[in-house]
């Protein structure tokens, strides 16, 4: 056992700490503001090389392995959860399930320029009827010769509209449920199929979800991926890793929080002395603290399992539980450490606490994820 | 980063953890039941080496490292919270400060003694008005000649009345505060020293917890610890060390607990299925299980760290508080689920919930714990 970074995971962290500190931080506030998705920035991660890290060389990729990129992410969401959550849903949702499952051919046209950041990558999989419940799903794609085409809508779609390339799961079978469901990778532009509604969301507002809708929408054959009926398989392995992602985003805007409330306990004074003098205060700061270590152990640990080829499913959904609870925890505290000012936006902290609501939810539920562990815990 | 036990160290948690499993687990619940001191059983873990496990091997010991050390508390815990704390005391607070802090002399002395399961060890640090405020101990040694003459007395001494060699901290200069203290080896036999009756406690039956008395008792120059004054920067050193084991101990009773909750809902039916069919009971066991899971690698990364001679006190801190939180949240959520059955002796529950409680406790509060940690935020 050895809990110490190795140095090329070192040297990530320290690359995208002083990315995020220098490039990514001084907007997050305005992007926050405006609703703003910014294409620079996402320039920016992959002309670092943040844009395919998981993914081999001969893909664009820099050849690394998960927990170099749930470092990277970690570090992006503690200055900024939307840039997190635009990085782990291009990677873990839209560039791994091409990189597991997509024909060499598929893997040329999309992981490659994914890898290197000239496209975006997004997934869609919820549709207004059916979040957790996938079987419940209504888009189809009927084959038409060298074609599907695929009818339905998808909604909370992250990096929708930005995305030049998605990973889309509709109903070949509807019969079949679960095993009527087949993945596509869908195109920008392509005809039928085009961006609906933008939502407006309470938190990680700088990350454009969008309503994607397919009218007719023809896709061609080579761009199903995987087999006939094998989607929702592939769309619940992605899940697995995507949610180390998540936990990843979590623990980044929990470490934020932590930081900028401790500082501000030891500067802010009240009756006589700094607010970090009073054990209330301490008991906090160290409750806040212990939960972040526990959460980013999970996290690596999980990262590590799947990145040393051992099962990982248990400990991502672990991962992404405690993380995202201890997010919400700890940026709620935080605000309550920073007093009427953490209530106020000149601070970031209420932008962390709103961030971090969505961990609990997307990517699999809190709720779900409990299901998942003890499905784990009682067959074991 | 790697998150695999080395090939040794799987050697070593394995050999404990049949051992625990086989030998001590049937008899804890009649260690539970009759308070009495499991002497047999702490024989025969001498004899496999497991009374020295990380002592070197110039010493009797086994050499192992810190890792397969805590480990090990955290398998024989899972069987015997009891047992835990016999050998964490014995170990971390017992043998540690007489490897660390003792002479040649002294080691050769003591510790293939201790390594061997042959002496059992105990620490004496607490009196009944210094619990975590350690300065103000009360117990005194003065110096006369070649020996020191002790009076005072020390609670809650865990081995208390079992231990051949005890150490113990009093104070030889009542103006320095806690640079005043000392620490010394008391043996058993010492003129003037004498056990207490046993203290009778919630939980971790059998583990000989006592006071101790000290009238003029003559302990030896040959047997001061380290130098005068140094007795409360000795103990401070050994609390890191002494943390994660008790971590360790929490994190086998919460184990303990979690496995026994998801046994029990597995075979207990109510309204026609089995408990484990109920999302409330669902819930309740991935909680359970989450927080098992994010104790055990806190413990294991304070170890590890411990164990590479590297800075840890905020690690050991954090791991302490957590894993013991966790073990008491656990041990309670399982005796729920066990209903009624839970809250008899007919299920182990009840024990580690019992058991559970002085983890939060000893070994610095976790309120002490807390204030620790706050003093390491920047780090």
Redesign the interface.
Known sequence: ??????RE?EQIRQLVRDFANNEVAPGAAQRDEEEHFDEAVFKKMAELGLTGIPWPEEYGGAGMDY?AYVIAVEELSRVCASTGVALSAHTSLAGWPIFKFGTEEQKQKYLTPMAEGRWIGAYGLTEPGSGSDAAGMRTTAVRDGDDYILNGSKVFITNGGAAQVYVVFAMTNPEQKTRGISAFILEQGMPGFSIGKKEKKMGIRASTTVELVFEDCRVPAANRLGDEGFGFKIAMMTLDGGRNGIAAQALGIAQGAFELA?DYAKERKQFGQSI?GQ?AI??K???M???I???R??T??AA??ESTGHPYGQ?SA?SK??ASDTAMQVTTEAVQVFGGYGYIRDYPVERMMRDAKITQIYEGTN?I???V??R???N? | ??????EE?RQIHQMVRDFAREQILPLASGIDATDEFPGELIRKMGELGIMGLPIPEEYGGVGADF?SYISALEEISYASASVGVILAVHTSVGTFPILYFGTEEQKQRFIPKLASGEYLGAFALTEANAGSDAASLQTQAVRDKDTYILNGSKVFITNGTEADVYCVFAKTNLERGNRGITAFLVERDTPGFRVGKKQEKMGLHGSATSELWFEDARVPLANRLGEEGQGFSIAMRLLDGGRVGIAAQALGIAKAA?DAA?NY??VRKQFGQEL?QF?GV??M???M???V???H??V??A???RGQGKPCT??AS?AK??ATDTAMHVATDAVQLHGGYGYTKEFAVERFMRDAKVTQIYEGTN?I???V??RH??S
């Not at chain 1, 056992?1 to 190795?6: H, N, S, T, W």
């Open positions: 056992m050895d809990f110490l970074l190795d995971h927990l401790r970090a054990q301490q008991f700061l160290a409750d603290a212990t939960k270590e526990a959460a152990l999970l690596y640990q590590w399992l400990a672990m539980v405690f709720e994820q409990r299901m562990i003890a784990y815990v009682l074991d | 980063m790697d998150f695999e036990r080395n160290q890792v979690l998801a809902v597995r484990m999302q669902q819930f066991l991935a909680d299980a989450t927080k899971e994010a104790a690698w806190l294991y990364h170890a590890s760290l905020k690690e954090m508080v957590f309120q714990q807390r204030i940690i706050a935020l920047d």
